[in-house]
């Protein structure tokens, strides 16, 4: 077994066992072919939950710490971080950057899964914030279908502030991709923003989260 199969499914039987979550919609996953997962974001866990669950791999970017650490400690998280599909990014870049999104296509172009919160961090109030349009880029410019993610209840795994995690029972729901028009790179704003918005409605249906209607300016979390 390769360390990516044997890292992810040591990882669902650890969430399964200590959290019982509740999964639904893993059917609407495309089975071949490149896909844009698009989730909301209440923790620190959600990429490592979504990657563990989700029937096919998804690569989300990680802080580059947590690929650079020394000793046994480091070694382990370079070895999962890697093993679940995370991507290196150094702090202080912009997901929503061109050169970070181009990354991400790269990966589309391979027929591969990618994960991105539209919404930029995640939200501290329990609030769906605006959809900043990287997932519209994506759409339009690969072509490939975007996969809502509605998380609920993963802000109680690990609060704000806490270093423990607390095992909870989550609920991942999983929507039908939703399909765009593949017109490449060059597309109007407008066009963007329209993609956006319809990913941000399909995410907050799942999440059942109130919208706040601005984007969430707190710091970044990596």
């Known amino acids: 077994m390769g360390v990516y199969k044997l890292t992810r499914t040591s990882t669902r039987a650890l969430i399964a066992g200590l959290c019982r979550p509740t999964i639904i919609g893993l059917e609407n996953v495309p089975p071949t072919g490149p896909f844009i997962v698009a989730a909301n974001h209440l923790s620190f866990l959600d990429s490592v939950l979504v990657q563990a669950l989700m029937p096919r791999r998804v690569a989300f970017f990680a802080k580059a710490e947590y690929f650079t650490g020394t000793g046994l400690k480091g070694a382990a998280m370079r070895s999962f971080f890697e093993g679940v599909g995370s991507i290196p990014v150094e702090r202080g870049e912009q997901a929503a950057s061109v050169a970070a999104?181009?990354?991400?296509?790269?990966?589309?172009?391979?027929?591969?899964?990618?994960?991105?919160?539209?919404?930029?961090?995640?939200?501290?109030?329990?609030?769906?914030?605006?959809?900043?349009?990287?997932?519209?880029?994506?759409?339009?410019?690969?072509?490939?279908?975007?996969?809502?993610?509605?998380?609920?209840?993963?802000?109680?795994?690990?609060?704000?502030?806490?270093?423990?995690?607390?095992?909870?029972?989550?609920?991942?729901?999983?929507?039908?991709?939703?399909?765009?028009?593949?017109?490449?790179?060059?597309?109007?704003?407008?066009?963007?923003?329209?993609?956006?918005?319809?990913?941000m409605d399909a995410i907050a249906e799942l999440s059942g989260q109130e919208r706040a209607g601005t984007y969430n300016q707190h710091k970044a979390d990596g």
């Open 101 to 199: 999104l181009r990354t991400l296509l790269d990966i589309l172009d391979q027929d591969g899964g990618i994960g991105i919160y539209p919404e930029g961090t995640r939200s501290r109030d329990g609030l769906l914030y605006r959809g900043r349009t990287g997932v519209g880029w994506l759409a339009l410019t690969s072509g490939a279908p975007v996969v809502p993610v509605g998380l609920i209840g993963t802000e109680r795994l690990q609060p704000a502030g806490a270093r423990m995690i607390r095992p909870q029972h989550f609920t991942m729901k999983v929507g039908r991709p939703l399909y765009f028009q593949k017109t490449g790179p060059d597309h109007a704003l407008p066009a963007r923003r329209q993609a956006t918005d319809r990913v």
